[in-house]
């Protein structure tokens, strides 16, 4: 791995480029400045300074993986992001070069931004399984992840939520999630995927209706605890690509098997599965009341992964 002692590098960006040299995958470029953190024993860490994020941090990473690697890229613990607070940030101050802030600026220094730009070569493949990320009350989260792959190319792709600090009471309590997730193999766009919950907004056909039949009473607002109750986590995985055939068969195995019923009360877990770009891909999404309940359901259904990634280097993603 080559050195980056000196190298200048932009307040909250990163670089991760990996290759192969002879049968050995080694990182050739492993950079990060704060508040993004980078740890690569064998596998790659994403991480953050003061154990996460607060409002205006804004985390910027390129990852690049080179022909026939593959890159396991995970977090240590779950990406906390703590509630949106009035002042400038260290990594906001010098973001920009105006020395006054507009009205505008100051409304984005509020919110914690993360984005990652995705390149993964012929025959190569990235294997993306954090932690979820997990909201505090009044924070606000914008996440960007956009990946090109090679036609041979392929990805395993974990993006997941959580309603937040359940044992402080804090239950679907933050301003706003937003979380992107695009992916396009030689340049053609084959997935998009878009979560917003958003907590100033409400059911309003809901409200509408009920104005209509009686102008005099108005349901109240609808919060995201009250729609997304009784689940604690959400979940979305996208698998693409040769090196994940093996999973994706075992799911479809395991999916044909579900009834669907009429239940008097909720499920503790739901999840679907449904091809993406004529059977080439597929999304999974998952909800379960417990967070433990999700992540023990995804390290079962991905345990196919281990021949691919390593048993031991497969057994530090769901810890």
Partial sequence: MSSTTGESIPVGTGHITCDLHSSTVVFSKLSSSYPLKLLSPRVAYVMSYGGGLVGGDCMQLVVEVGKECKLLLLSQGSTKVFKTRAGNRAS???RTSSSQPTPGSLSL????????????????????????????????YTQVQTFHLAGSASIVLLDWVTSG???MDEDWDFLRYYSVNEVFVEGRRVARDVLLLDNSSYDTQTASESCLSNPTTRSPPRTLKDRLAPYSCYAMLLLYGPQT???????QAKYSTISIFK????????????PVDDGKGTVVRAAGVDTEDVKNWFKEVLRGLEAVVGINEYRKAFL
């Fill in 92 to 94: 906001t101050r010098f």
């Fill in 109 to 140: 220094q509020a919110v914690t931004t993360q984005s990652m730009e995705v390149t993964i070569g012929p025959d190569s493949a990235l294997f993306l399984l954090p932690d979820p990320v997990t909201c505090f009350r009044s924070a606000s």
């Fill in 165 to 167: 600090r359940r044992s």
């Fill in 245 to 251: 055939h093996g999973v994706v068969t075992d799911l």
């Fill in 263 to 274: 239940r008097a009360t909720p499920e503790r877990f739901l999840w679907s599965l449904t």
